[in-house]
């Protein structure tokens, strides 16, 4: 049995979360989940979207699954994602782009992975209104964190067999600040021979990704290039409803699609929940459960494969429709 904390979330959150953790169940694998709150819903009793109970639990257990929490924005509260990630020291967010079954896109081989740091750069929160006319964001980048994302990336290429990781800067502009990223990755690849090492800047990447994107493998970004990067690449194996993601610190790591609480279909039985589904079959894989992990993710594959979809990609199934033909596909 394991104890794992579920943040349902808000908008389509619950929704979603009702139907991975109804799949797992199904599949046979016993999971305690303890079940946290968070978000706008519990600003009103509690004062903060992020309560310290949602940090303790996910301290207590190291594993958690989370569903999209949305921040209200202009009433002065931090990003629940960012608070989470850096609360907990999550410092690398994984999020890994693959194509799937039956789903068309304009590229049929799509396999690469994107690692993005999470801790710093423009999300540092460092802002300062000059005068009425200006305001500053300070981009912050450290030795410490882009060392220690870059060992992540080649770390993670050598454990699961990638030949290559490209860091992507704009070192041309941003001398010093983008700068100490490469030359910290640099340092980092020289400790790994066996992985081939590239460099590219990301205005270019982009391009590149969009005419081929066989052509990369492990990219490693600073926190915002991989935020606008990794929605560009979740576009290119389908959109928001199949891309998933993981933050992932020295401690503890919190699985998480990479879209958001889409309160436009909140509530109307339309979201696809696949991109949950796939983050919580990488939590299982990180908590050694990769029989069952490997049971699911065929059950959801044989499914997309008969045809079988939500709206967002093409198909006219609504998300209880959904789960309930994958559970009948494990
Ligand atoms: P955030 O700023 O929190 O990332 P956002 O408004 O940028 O949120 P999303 O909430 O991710 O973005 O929604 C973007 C669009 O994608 C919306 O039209 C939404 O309905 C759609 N979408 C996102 N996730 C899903 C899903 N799981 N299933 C179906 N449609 C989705």
């Not at 992020?50 to 209200?72: C, E, M, Y």
């Not at 850096?86 to 690692?115: Q, S």
Request: glycine letters at 6%.
């Amino acid at each position: 049995m394991h104890n794992i904390t579920l943040i349902n979330g808000d908008g389509i959150g619950p929704e979603i979360s009702d139907s991975v953790v109804k799949i797992i169940e199904k599949s046979g694998l016993e999971i305690d989940w303890d079940v946290q709150t968070a978000g706008s819903d519990v600003i009103e009793q509690e004062g903060t979207p992020l309560p310290q109970r949602v940090l303790d639990s996910i301290i207590k257990n190291k594993v958690a699954l989370k569903a999209p929490v949305t921040t209200p924005i202009g009433k002065g509260f931090r990003s629940v994602n960012v608070q989470l990630r850096k609360a907990l020291d999550l410092y690398a967010n994984l999020r890994p782009c693959k194509n799937l079954p039956a789903i068309e896109t304009r590229f049929n081989n799509v396999d690469l992975v994107v690692v993005r740091e999470n801790t710093e750069d423009l999300y540092a929160g460092v802002e300062e209104q000059i005068d009425e006319n200006t305001a500053h964001s300070i981009k912050i980048i450290t030795r410490q964190a882009s060392e220690r994302i870059c060992k992540f990336a080649f770390d993670y290429a050598v454990k699961n067999n990638r030949k290559e990781v490209c860091a992507v800067s704009k070192a041309n502009i941003m001398k010093l600040s983008d700068g100490l990223f490469l030359e910290s990755y640099r340092k980092i690849a020289q400790n790994y021979p066996q992985i081939k090492q590239r460099e590219i800047l990301v205005d270019n990447l982009c391009m590149q990704l969009v005419q081929d994107p066989t052509r990369f493998d492990v990219l490693v970004l600073p926190n915002l290039y991989g935020d606008i990067v990794s929605d560009l690449t979740a576009g290119l194996i389908g959109g928001l409803g199949v891309a998933q993601g993981a933050n992932i610190g020295k401690d503890c790591a919190v699985f998480e699609p990479v879209h958001g609480s889409a309160p436009d279909i909140k509530g109307q039985n339309k979201a696809n929940p696949t991109a949950l589904l796939l983050s919580a079959i990488e939590m299982l894989k990180y908590i050694n459960e990769n029989n069952y992990a490997q049971k699911i993710e065929n059950a959801l594959f044989k499914t997309l494969s008969e045809g079988y979809k939500t709206a967002d990609i093409g198909g006219t199934l609504s998300t209880t429709e959904f789960t309930d033909k994958i559970i009948s596909n494990l």
